[in-house]
């Protein structure tokens, strides 16, 4: 039933989501003096309430296998019961479907924030080549917008999120406005060394840690657990570093659990009004607008915008391109890990330090032949993490017996083994895809997405290049590699299709309208009032994590929406 | 300070926190550092307070022979309350419950048939001589017989590793020195020039 209140306010605004794109609108339109209503699906976050950032096991009578020991069969909340993640690869109610033949994994976070509260916050530049592939391949299809256009919003996102970093004028990760980055931990300079050794570039992490006193926001206090959301907002999360301050403003108008279901058109086709569904009533209510920004994370957003169909638009909004849902991308992903003998009997030490890997190794093979297109970063991952459920069963697995031998060997092998992983560029492929399920609705009767998903030639040469690059760094400083008895196939090597949670590219931007569904600014071709702030608008995916991107180019898109709010335009 | 000072000043400085949400009405409160230390080390001191244990789900007996067993797999175990981590976890899950008391059972039922007596009440040569056969999953080829008593074992291994290595006291032996608060992050020059040197880059 449609509750539609005659006094009801019209925002010159509306976004939807509070992820990075969503989060960097408000703030920014805020800023700029424009009245925003920003609607979230899920719930309120309350950071000292609900981040477990300094909690250990043994505070919790189930130590965080859950309250009813789901960890142990194979369930229980995504990245574990400490993180701060607030959905999952599925959702109660809220299901997607998956085309015969393919696999695809979505992760959906549903609180203010979405998936920055959680995130890795990897943070890296595209590089001038990166967006503009198709012109030196002839393979995928170039950004209608260049470096030089994206590079000022890098600076402005960096500088007011804070970014760790050095400069090391490498073509292939563009340098920017950095704070000091933590020096590596031992297993690191180890990495260092021996991917040096092999010839592989290793620099500090560019990541979304506040090393220095930032707006307010007080430095870092490394201790290590980013992905369980930080109390002192030392880390970038939309939630804390810009929904929470711009609602200070007085210009912002927060609307939880609103599970946005449809944009509503006027007669010229011009989005007046989104409707939603209340979560706490099941109800649905519409909040008026003169502009909406979506920005839902890319699929859901894809998502919305099928849904709203109407006599203009039978196809879904704006979608007269055919190209929503198409040009889905995730990142490839691949990780080899290895017991290091030089880190035995390593007296113990604190290295907790960031969140993360403090080192790093960009693509470094940008000008050089390969047998696959497109390139990918090295992530690293070591050292003496806090116990929880299932660090060491592993190794008890493998030794078994029991008393003070196993004691020995748990207390021995404890930080002695290292992680590499790759995340590389998936080019867009003509098999991969997201529609509408002709047949299945969620819990609040709107259609649910169905995913094709393929990996083609380009990626599992990839991987196979990650897996030998990753062995010789892993051997250059003594690795023992456990390796699996009979070879496997490249194709089960590779991550799942949407495992690595990069998913972008369902409603990309371009010059023409007929192969694309926004312009450059990220505003749709057809419906001038409408227009998309996520990693949805993505032409390509390099092998840069989306979320510095998605907040620059949000941060892009929402002044050149409030120039277009004073001049009337939209 | 005494534990209970320790745990008073952490609630108060989580009720700090709690009075910032109400204020501000808003829920985006900032901890200071020297707030998000204090609260890193409160947390540290808050382990479990006394008081005798009553299983939620065993018997008096299961819960005796679940302690024993857990002792003789990870010495030290009864400090790291694995026994009420097992039996937690099972009053609150079907499968684990059945896996644990139908182990149990096992335990009890072929030590009987070796020695005429129950788990606990056989010598410990006894009991390492039953735990030395279910231990390995290889002995499972010589003796199919073994073979529930096997997979319990890899339960109770799994479980009391857990159970011990998220306690306090399982933290504090493997040496974990984080979950602090501190203003600068270094290594020590010489764990850099040990590991260098040992991987023979130095």
């Not at chain 1, 109660?92 to 979405?114: H, K, L, N």
């Not at chain 1, 867009?428 to 997405?449: A, H, M, Q, R, W």
Request: glycine share 10%.
């Amino acid at each position: 039933m449609s509750q539609v209140a005659r006094s009801q306010p019209v925002y010159d605004v509306v976004i939807i989501g509070s992820g990075a794109g969503g989060g960097t609108t408000t703030k920014v339109l805020a800023d700029l003096g424009v009245s925003v209503a920003l609607l979230e699906a899920g719930p309120m976050l309350n950071p000292a309430k609900d981040f477990k950032e300094h909690k250990w096991p043994h505070d919790y009578p189930h130590r965080g296998a859950e309250e009813d020991g789901g960890r142990y069969f194979g369930r229980g909340k995504g990245f574990g019961f400490f993180a701060a993640t607030e959905g999952d690869w599925q959702l109660e109610g809220e299901p997607y479907t998956v085309a015969p033949g393919s696999q695809f994994r979505w992760f959906r976070s549903r609180v203010v924030g979405g998936r920055t509260n959680h995130y890795g916050r990897i943070s890296l530049r595209f590089a001038d080549y990166d967006l503009k592939s198709y012109s030196r391949d002839g393979i995928g299809t170039d950004w209608p917008i260049s470096y030089e256009d994206i590079s000022p919003y890098y600076d402005k996102a960096e500088a007011f999120i804070g970014v760790t970093g050095s400069k090391e004028g490498f073509r292939s990760a563009p340098d920017g406005i950095f704070q000091k980055c933590p020096p590596p931990r031992a297993h690191e300079l180890l990495i260092q060394k021996a991917s040096q050794k092999v010839g592989v570039p290793c620099i500090p992490a560019r990541l979304a840690v506040i090393t220095q006193k930032t707006n307010g926001r007080p430095a870092c206090h490394y201790c290590g657990e980013c992905g369980r959301g930080c109390v002192t907002a030392s880390n970038y999360s939309s939630s804390q570093v810009q929904v929470f301050p711009a609602m200070k403003t007085g210009r912002v108008t927060l609307i939880t659990n609103a599970m946005a279901r449809e944009l509503l058109v006027d007669d010229q086709g011009k989005v007046k009004a989104v409707s939603y569904i209340d979560q706490t009533t099941r109800t649905e209510r519409q909040v008026k607008c003169r502009s909406v920004v979506v920005a839902a994370s890319a699929c859901e957003t894809a998502r919305l915008l099928m849904n709203s169909k109407s006599s203009k638009y039978p196809n879904g909004i704006g979608n007269g391109s055919g190209q929503l849902g198409r040009n889905l991308v995730d990142s490839t992903g691949f990780s080899l890990g290895a017991h290091i003998p030089a880190l035995e009997g390593l007296p113990r030490y604190d290295s907790d330090g960031m969140g993360g890997g403090h080192v790093y190794m960009p693509w470094w093979l940008w000008d050089k032949k390969t047998d696959f297109p497109r390139g990918y970063h090295i992530e690293v991952g070591g050292g003496y993490g806090m116990p929880g459920i299932g660090s060491f069963s592993g190794i008890a697995n493998r030794v078994e017996g029991y008393g003070e031998s196993l004691k020995k060997t748990i207390y021995e092998g404890y930080g002695t083994n290292v992680g590499l992983a790759g995340r590389g560029e998936m080019v867009p492929n003509e098999g991969t895809f997201c529609e509408l399920d002709p047949s299945v609705v969620d819990k609040y009767g709107i259609p649910v997405l169905r995913f094709h998903y393929k990996w083609t030639d380009y990626e599992l040469k990839q991987v196979e290049h990650m897996e030998q690059t990753f062995t010789e760094i892993l051997e250059a400083m003594g690795g023992r590699i456990t390796k699996p008895a009979t070879p496997v196939a490249t194709e089960k090597k590779i991550s799942v299709g949407g495992e690595i949670i990069h998913e972008v590219g369902v409603a990309r931007m371009g010059d023409d309208p007929k192969t694309s569904y926004l312009n450059k600014y990220g505003q749709s071709h057809e419906v001038k009032n409408l227009f998309v702030a996520d990693g949805a608008s993505f032409v390509s995916n390099p092998d840069k994590n989306p979320t510095l991107t998605i907040c620059a180019l949000a941060w892009r898109t929402a002044e050149y929406l409030a120039e277009e709010l004073k001049k009337r335009n939209v | 300070m005494s534990d209970s000072s320790k745990l008073s000043t952490r609630r108060e400085t989580l009720i700090k926190i709690a009075g910032a949400v109400t204020a501000a009405n808003l829920a985006q409160p900032l901890l200071s550092q020297s707030d998000a230390e204090h609260v890193h080390k409160a947390a540290a001191a808050s382990t479990a307070l006394g008081g005798v244990y009553k299983p939620k789900l065993f018997t008096p007996h299961e819960f005796k022979t679940l302690q024993v067993l857990s002792e003789i797999i990870i010495p030290g175990a009864s400090k790291g309350n694995t026994a009420e981590f097992v039996d937690y976890l099972s009053a609150n899950n079907k499968e684990l419950a059945a896996i644990f008391t139908g182990g149990l059972q096992w335990l009890d039922m072929t030590m009987q048939k070796r020695v005429d007596a129950k788990f606990i009440d056989a010598k410990n040569a006894q009991q390492t001589e039953l735990l030395d056969l279910i231990a390995y999953r290889r002995n499972a080829q010589d003796h199919p017989e073994l073979a529930p008593g096997i997979r319990f074992f890899t339960w109770a291994r799994r479980m009391a590793v857990d159970g011990y290595y998220t306690s306090a006291a399982g933290i504090k032996e493997i040496g974990f020195k984080g979950n602090g608060a501190s203003a600068k992050f270094e290594v020590k020059q010489e764990l850099y020039d040990q590991v260098l040197r040992k991987a023979g880059f130095a």
